[in-house]
């Protein structure tokens, strides 16, 4: 009798073991095509580009000899990486603190029951759908010193024409302008989710206490938004760090090289030069850069965070 | 109230976009011509994939001349992708790393250096007479010839000269009180600030010699320095004796003669206030919209200005601030891939017979033909441009330094330029850094 509810109990635990390892097997049979997608398309292509990044690597040059660290030993060398890397800093700082109060702002001025709400965020959302070759254009014409409708705005109010993409000064808030005006589209949706996240209850607790608008935004609308603030201004730093589109096409990198981005002078290094060595290591300090930024604001950011 | 006050400002804003984006940007636009980038022209078996880079009004002419070439030989389709320059350049070394090059593709001479370094054009010297082939190398100018060249072998096969001149709003020189014919060119700097000078207005009428010139307030500019700027330093520097590069290998746009040539441009626009700086200004829309007198331009420029703008306007031999002429022209020349079966190449050797036995056709671009005999054959009437500036390259053209980096020697320089002109930097700063980083690119290549 025993021994007979000893086998079942152990054809049981056998049974028991089988679902669970069926189970990890299934979840890494459907992790399996993503997995071997990003193993081939990124994994490999950050693993060869870190090996490129220690050759002098020309794309149809044959030769390709090894020559250690000299690639980035060039480039802390290279004063255009240093422009460039100013600039980009400075454009994703713009850009992100921008895009992140000009998307809260809409958020919360679209999130109030209002007649015609779905059709002022479509409104607002609209211009995220373009492309950076569109927006480029368009506002290279409106930012035009002779013929740009914003130059003749300001006319009238005795405002001579300003160089907005010729001054060096002016350059780099105009792009971030553009892209300001481009992007906040999807954190604006971001931040609705979060304003519909948090518990109306709140809000009639503190009114009955004799809260202010203001007052209910800062201490109980800001605080409960911080981790959206958090994934909202990482993948905005992420993304501007990367800009390229905006000085390719407004700008072409000047006046002199004082809109270059880390990413537009990668791709003159890259595919004007064609030395893909070298560009291989600016590309590797690019994301360790951001690696770096990325973790700083997890660090900053994710404290307090009331999930 | 404040609800139906921010709902018309929206639906006026989104009006006022919708306007914008859908409106032409200027009469420039309305009357462009589009060109397709990409045609296909006939339905023949053979089947023949074209690049190049086009984009002005002169892909519309190339199209034009394909389709009439489909309609004569029905047995071929002709695939033509036009692509902006860079981006050419850059597609086309990937595409020769995927084994997948067009069967035929239009670059630059300054090209012919790098990619025949690569190993990836095929030699073209058997096309040539002297080769036994039949294109005539004696009836392309010498440099032309050079400029196919690679290491003592030819690689490909020119379609035209196109490079640098002016052209110049006849109306602002008649009101102004000057001659327009371009045998009275001034042939220095000086006669060519006074001339400028006479042409650059303030808002008041006066012009910048004028001591009541309000330099602050310009309506009309008597030049841009704007324009590619570095073909224009490229001239100048050889009117004024240097070169890019010295016979030793060494980088000398920081000479005395580059200094030269660069004070000159920048003191167009901080001394005299005859150009604008370049930073902000649209120079091809700024003589579209009759605010720019002179515009060094080239080759390329006719059909905008003829068929695109309001202006009258001719053209002019480049400008002259040296103590002798020179003016940057380049080549556009075929290359076939060296991968290239024989009967692709075959085909491909069919069409490039057809289009140089054409080139006068190639004219109607602007463009100046590489043959001798096409040049010849312009009439006056129609292609003033073309035999006007086609002399002055033929009398004093330079092409640009033949080297395997050369693009990247250029992407060195254009910023520093950029830089002196727009008063960033110092004449001096600009150049001697721009020559510091094109000779580490020379010296890499080297």
Redesign the interface.
């Known amino acids: 009798m025993n021994h007979s509810k000893n086998a079942k109990n152990a054809r049981a635990r056998r049974f028991s073991l089988s679902l669970k390892s069926r189970e990890i097997l299934a979840a890494y049979a459907f992790l399996a095509p993503f997995m071997a997608f990003f193993l081939i398309f990124v994994v490999r292509a950050v693993v060869e580009a870190v090996r490129m990044s220690f050759y002098d690597w020309h ?3 044959p030769m390709r000899p090894y020559i250690g660290i000299d690639n980035y030993l060039e480039l802390v060398n290279d004063s ?1 990486w240093w422009i460039s890397l100013q600039n980009t800093i400075v454009f994703t700082v713009l850009t992100v603190i921008g895009t992140t109060i000009v998307a809260l702002a809409a958020a919360v001025a679209v999130t109030r029951p ?3 709400q779905g ?2 965020r479509v ?1 607002l959302y609209m211009p995220s759908l373009l492309s950076v070759g569109a927006v480029g254009l ?1 506002w290279v ?2 930012l ?4 740009g ?1 914003i130059n003749y705005g300001l006319s009238f109010i005795g405002i ?1 024409p300003v ?6 000064n002016l350059v780099i808030p105009s792009l971030s302008l553009t892209t300001i005006w481009w992007g906040f589209g999807f954190p604006m949706l971001i931040f609705i989710a979060g304003l519909q996240g948090i518990p109306e209850q709140l809000y009639e607790a503190a009114r009955i206490d004799g809260g202010s608008d203001r007052d209910l935004f800062l201490y109980i609308t800001l605080p409960l938004l911080r981790p959206t603030i958090l994934f909202v201004t990482v993948t905005g730093v992420i993304s501007h760090f990367q800009v390229y589109g905006q000085p390719f096409i407004m700008t072409t ?6 809109s ?1 981005s880390l990413i537009f002078y990668l791709y ?1 290094i890259a ?5 893909m060595g070298y560009g291989a290591a600016v590309a590797v300090c690019i994301a360790v850069i951001m690696a770096v930024l990325t973790s700083v604001q997890f660090l900053v950011l994710s404290r307090r965070i009331e999930y | 109230m404040f ?1 139906r006050l921010s ?1 018309l400002l ?1 639906l006026a ?2 009006v006022a976009m919708l306007l ?2 859908s409106m032409p ?2 009469s420039v636009a309305q009357d462009a011509e589009p060109t397709a980038i990409v045609g296909a022209f006939g339905g023949g078996e053979t089947k023949i994939s074209y690049w190049n880079g086009l984009t002005g009004s002169d892909g519309v002419t190339m199209n034009e001349m394909l389709a009439q070439f489909a309609d004569e030989n029905p047995e071929f389709e002709v695939t033509s992708e036009i692509i902006p320059w ?1 981006t050419l350049y ?1 597609k086309l ?2 595409a ?2 995927a084994n997948q090059p067009p069967d035929l593709v239009l670059m630059h001479a300054s090209e012919v250096p790098q990619f025949a370094s ?1 190993g ?1 054009l095929m030699d073209l010297g058997p096309w040539y007479v002297g080769g036994g082939g039949w294109f005539d190398e004696n009836d392309i100018s010498s440099i032309t010839y050079e400029g196919m060249q690679y290491q003592g072998v030819t690689y490909a096969i020119p379609l035209d000269n196109h490079g640098r001149g002016l052209w110049i709003n006849t109306d602002m020189f008649e009101a102004a009180g000057i001659d327009t014919d371009p045998a009275t060119v001034p042939t220095n700097y000086e006669d060519w600030v006074t001339l400028l000078q006479a042409l650059t207005l303030d808002a008041n009428g006066n012009n910048a010699a004028d001591s009541s010139f309000d330099a ?1 307030n310009v309506v009309q500019w008597g030049y841009v320095v704007g324009e590619w700027p570095r073909v224009n330093f490229l001239s100048a520097l050889a009117q004024h004796g240097g070169e890019m590069v010295s016979a030793e290998g060494q980088i000398t746009v920081n000479s005395d003669a580059g200094m030269a040539a660069l004070q000159q441009a920048v003191d167009l626009v901080y001394e005299y206030n005859v150009s604008p ?6 120079t091809w ?2 003589f579209a ?1 009759g ?1 720019v007198a002179v515009i060094p331009t080239g080759t390329w420029f006719r059909n905008f200005a003829v068929d695109q703008t309001d202006i009258n306007g001719t053209a002019w031999p480049q400008v002259q601030f040296g103590p002798q002429p020179a003016t940057w022209f380049g080549i556009h020349a075929f290359m076939l891939p060296a991968m290239s079966t024989p009967e692709k190449a075959a085909a491909v050797q069919t069409l490039l017979q057809w289009i140089s036995a054409n080139q006068v056709t190639w004219a109607g671009s602007g463009q100046v033909p590489a043959l001798l005999s096409a040049q010849a054959a312009l009439d006056a009437e129609n292609y003033p441009s073309n035999i006007l500036l086609g002399q002055t390259f033929t009398d004093y053209g330079i092409l640009d330094y033949q080297s395997t ?1 050369v ?2 020697m250029y ?1 060195a320089l254009d ?2 330029l ?2 002196a002109l ?1 008063n ?2 110092s004449v001096e700063d600009a150049l001697n850094d721009a020559a510091e ?1 094109m000779q580490q ?1 020379l010296d890499r290549a080297m």
């Open positions: 794309i149809l040059r255009v209002i007649r015609g059709f002022f409104l368009i014409w409106l035009n010193t002779q013929f409708i001579r160089n907005w993409l010729g001054d060096p990198g000047g006046p002199g090289r004082s270059y003159q595919w004007t030069a064609f030395r | 609800k709902l929206s804003l989104l914008l984006i940007m200027s860079n850059a070394q990937a020769f790393v690569f990836v602050e700086p370049p930073a902000g200004f649209d829309q700024g919209s605010s980096a693009q990247e992407a910023p520093e950029d830089a727009n960033l930097k980083r690119v």
